[in-house]
């Protein structure tokens, strides 16, 4: 419900900043040092995609639009299937998603897109267990199993080896799973499938899959909900939710073996341990480092490399280099960790190469 | 007939006459070319599927596999469900409201009954989620199975979301259309029918039974025939309780999934050509089980409306 305040409050902002008289210069971006050159004119951006980072990106578009009144951003969080959708058949300016685009959807693309990591997001599980006071801790292998089917109840050995002071009860374990396609749900199976080859090859993972057992809610406030309501319960859900609500959330053990709460700290010490290839996609679930949460993520903004029209590509860019560089302070108070620099001058670089025919759109030409 | 244009010249008819037309060829014609895009757009799972769409319950997007049966289970077992809970008491709503309510208490009750219908359907869901679901967890499903588990309708363990929550939702939604209708077609009824049964000597009770009801038998079939379907393409209030799990099973504890419910959940998320046809061919069997449901009612209707209509005491 928080969340849905906060959305209503920047959308409020934004229109309010619409409202306001246009100055005669709008700088563009602050300490980014933009090398793209300024434009009077009015620009009008359309996005659409990825719900789960739309509270960070909505912030983004209010606090750009304070600086820039001749850049009007509007971003639908329709999901991030339909981001992609949208993106390829050229309705919207720029896409969001947060699962990497496959290589069958990257071919039906007219020209090249890319991806641009914009922010992190981790996936947490929630619980809801009465007589357990303090925090649990869990080993991928029993996370696998209880969603597997193969844990049933909370006093499972398997889960009291991790717990050997909680009061864990002898009930049965309701499991909880994100029935409307999700970013949220791709993270989380594609975490399962490194963890265990029988998941991989039974369940798989995607935004939608075929789960062994467990209730189906409607997004993460149904989740949220169900977890919330009801005992015994384990759900998993974006960390922003769980935190807002208050929800325990489950220490798990990392590769590194040790157990890590999803803090945006250990969020960024998983992006930090990965190495970021070019094509500036990677999966951060299960990633290496002492203090890595291992079910975290990118989710990224989809542009064409190529932009159609200039000005529009040219306003986009500098856009997204603002929001790679003053937005991610943004980040921590709304549940997302940002960008680490090592990665961010990849993406700076790859920023600089993009254009509209021969002309570059951020070299200040 | 005397206005036909050409005739007698009257062109307001004229106008009105081809105005109206073009509005009922336009629904006929937007219903047509619904159905013509959907079987186009769900085509490629037809091609690669078949019949096996029909009767397989394996829906699974990781490999591309899928089967529409637990949806078109879901779909209808909730919606009978659903009538089996709301007819009764619209009925009774009616008939207290037509018959036997003092006048000054008709046009309130009446009022707040229908206000029902006004509630959107995502509060419902959001009641169903936080009011409806525990209690039935904590205190309808226990007893049930305790007192009923030797049936297969109340076996298996009790999370409160599933069939029967999704049931008694939908019947809340639907209660309002099935009383409201049914009121006007007992309204329908001339007095004078009731007046001569009471004055035979009639209770209030048989003038009811044996005076209006036979009467009014077929507008009721037909309210109900309203009420079904709203909830065969109820979505939201019924995604939020059901528990969405692509699975067939007789216990009415148990998750099930609904053909409106699948196709919302999904379809914002979904790639990939054969995922997506295949959720327009799920939106292509909703459309044909209502079409299919619409026909039979009107059969129904029709039957009825042919009984006999004496009553006996």
Redesign the interface.
Known sequence: MFVRVKMLAALLLTLAACKGSRPADATAAGDGGTPGPKKDETVSLNGAGATFPYPLYSKWISEYNKLNPNVKINYQS?????G??QIIAGTVDFGATDAPM?G??SKQAPSKLLHIPATIGAVVIAYNVPEVTGTLRLAPEALVEIYAGKIRNWNDPKIKADNPNAKLPAK?I?VVYR?????TTSVFTDYLSKISPEWRAK????????FPL?????GNE?VT??VK??PYTIGYIERAYASQNKLPMIEIRNKAGKFVAPSTEAMSAAAASVEMPDELFVSLSNADGDAAYPITSYSYLLLYENAKDPVKGAALARYVWWGLHDGQKFSKALDYAPIPDKVLSKVEAQLKALRSGDKKLLSGS | MLTRFGREVNWGDFVFRRATALVATFVIGALGAMAVAMVMGSWESIAKFGCSFLISS??????DIYGALPFIYGTLASSLLALAFAVPVSLGVAIFLSELAPAWLRAPVGFLVELLAAVPSVVYG?WG??VL??WL?ESVEPRLGRWLGFLPFFQG?Q????LLAGGIILAIMITPTISSVSREVLRAVPSALREGALGLGATPWEAVRVAVLPLARSGLVGATILGLGRALGETMAI??VI????EISASLFA?S?TMA?VI?????????RLYLSSLAEVGLLLFVVTVLLNIVARLLVWRVGRLPLEGRL
């Open positions: 329709i999901g991030s299937g339909g992609i959708r496959k069958d959807e049965e309701s029935t409307d396609g999700s970013g369940v798989g993972a995607g935004k939608s899959v075929d467990g209730l189906g809610a409607k149904g909900g169900q309501t009801s | 394996v829906w699974d997007p990781v490999r959001l989620i936080f679901a525990p967890r363990p999370h409160g979301f599933g995604t939020m528990g969405n799990r692509a998750p999934y419910s919302a959940n999904e379809f914002t998320e979904a790639t990939g």
